[in-house]
Structure formats: structure tokens, C-alpha cells
């Protein structure tokens, strides 16, 4: 494996890993969107997030990082969130503390 492909590799894991253990709780104070979007054309923003009901973890709706919540339902990278299940997502616009 050359020395570019093992440094893009552990770039990927650190990213993950920060993101995955930053509590987004404790930088922005979040608010439901009302009325609520429909799950088949959620929102998505620099100031909307994106929180699911299983795990109750948030992820930002535009993603530029590798990003999932702790259940599996909201997971993606470099621009593309995929949601497996829709209905339990609740858009959420979230402002700095």
C-alpha cells in the first residue's frame, strides 16, 4: 500500500471518529421544524440537521464528512446522506449556543 492511499485511509477513520464523538447537543441548541416536512422531500441546509427517532442522534443535513447516527438510519459522505427509513426523521434547524 503506498504512503497517499495509508494517510487517505487514516485522514477517513480520524474524520470518523471525531465526528462520531462530537455531541452536537453541546454547540447548538436545536428546534423542530414546524409543520413538520414530509418524510418523501425532507429539507436539507447549512442550518438544518437531521435527528432520528430510533437513536436519537443528530447529523447534519449537508454532509461533507463520513457521518452516521449510532443505529445505521442517517449515514454518508461527501455530499450524500442516504436515509433508510424516512419516517423516522425529524428535520431539526439548529442555532450556536
Given amino acids: 500500500m503506498n ?8 485522514h477517513c477513520l480520524f474524520e470518523e471518529k471525531i465526528m462520531s464523538d462530537v455531541d452536537l447537543r453541546k454547540i447548538y441548541k436545536f428546534h423542530a421544524i414546524e409543520p413538520a416536512p414530509s418524510p418523501d422531500a425532507l429539507p436539507s441546509g447549512g442550518d438544518l440537521y437531521y435527528e432520528c427517532a430510533d437513536c436519537n442522534d443528530i447529523v447534519p443535513s449537508v454532509i461533507r464528512i463520513r457521518v452516521s447516527c449510532v443505529c445505521g438510519n442517517l449515514c454518508g459522505q461527501s455530499g450524500k446522506l442516504e436515509i433508510k427509513d424516512a419516517a423516522k426523521v425529524k428535520v431539526m434547524r439548529g442555532v450556536l449556543k
Fill in 3 to 10: 504512503s497517499f492511499r495509508l494517510c487517505a485511509a487514516f
